[in-house]
């Protein structure tokens, strides 16, 4: 399985911008990155996917390298409850492929944000 | 209702009890998981259920046994657990493995003794 890379931590204060990166250098053509977080507490939670093209959503915005090999979880004005566990992740869409339908959680971004 | 439900939320086992965690959602969706989470530590996928046949079992040992009864429920049964078992177990559903977004219930954290 592709892997992804993130930094353990980082902080940030309120009403800030927040980018959260990831590596994946062993990206293939058919993983799709998705963002997921986890609030203390809770179960994930989605926030995002993307294959090639950058994408926005209500809650945040994702960019995608031009070589796919990287891409940024922005949070464009971070609140103290955006305070969670950031995972990125790619998810095989190739069907019959070993990984296919597979969701599996890296490390993650331990995100603190303060008032 | 974008939901999934597990219950119970806490539950407390011998090492010799048999029990069972359930999960259901309404959303039609035909991908089920299991996933099982230590503290501190990533969720680790353990079984995917596509349209009610199991489709990957992540080397499980046999003490966890799925089930999925129909499409909109998801058992775990448990039986013979050690204390390293201890965790909070998630299950997710999303559209037939697709890339679209996956949904989480709150888990049901397990302690056993």
């Known amino acids: 399985d592709a892997k992804t890379t993130q930094p353990n931590s980082m902080e940030s204060n309120e009403e800030e911008p927040v980018h959260l990166p990831c590596n994946h250098s062993?990206?293939?053509?058919?993983?799709?990155i998705h963002w997921y977080r986890q609030l203390p507490s809770q179960g994930p939670e989605y926030v995002i996917h993307?294959?090639?093209s950058n994408v926005n959503n209500r809650m945040a915005s994702l960019a995608i390298a031009e070589d796919r090999k990287s891409s940024t979880l922005i949070l464009h004005r971070a609140t103290l409850r955006d305070a969670a566990v950031y995972y990125c992740?790619?998810?095989?869409?190739?069907?019959?492929?070993?990984?296919?339908?597979?969701?599996?959680f890296g490390q993650g971004t331990i995100l603190t944000v303060h008032p | 209702d974008t939901e999934v439900t597990q219950t119970p939320k806490h539950l407390v086992m011998g090492m010799t009890n048999k029990k069972s965690l359930k999960c259901e959602q309404h959303?039609?969706?035909?991908?089920m998981y299991w996933y099982k989470q230590k503290a501190k530590k990533p969720p680790e996928l353990m079984f995917v259920?596509?349209?009610?046949?199991?489709?990957i079992n992540e080397s499980v040992p046999s003490r966890f046994s799925p089930e999925c009864p129909n499409s909109s429920l998801l058992n775990l049964h448990l039986h013979a657990l050690q204390p390293e078992d201890s965790a909070l177990y998630l299950c997710?559903?999303?559209?037939?493995?697709?890339?679209?977004?996956?949904?989480f219930g709150q888990g049901t954290r397990l302690t056993v003794v």
């Open positions: 993307g294959l090639t």
């Open positions: 259920y596509s349209y009610e046949k199991l489709s």
């Open positions: 997710a559903s999303s559209q037939e493995r697709d890339p679209t977004e996956a949904f």
């Open positions: 062993t990206i293939s053509g058919t993983d799709y």
């Open positions: 959303m039609g969706h035909r991908a």
């Open positions: 992740i790619l998810r095989d869409v190739r069907a019959g492929g070993t990984s296919y339908g597979k969701l599996t």
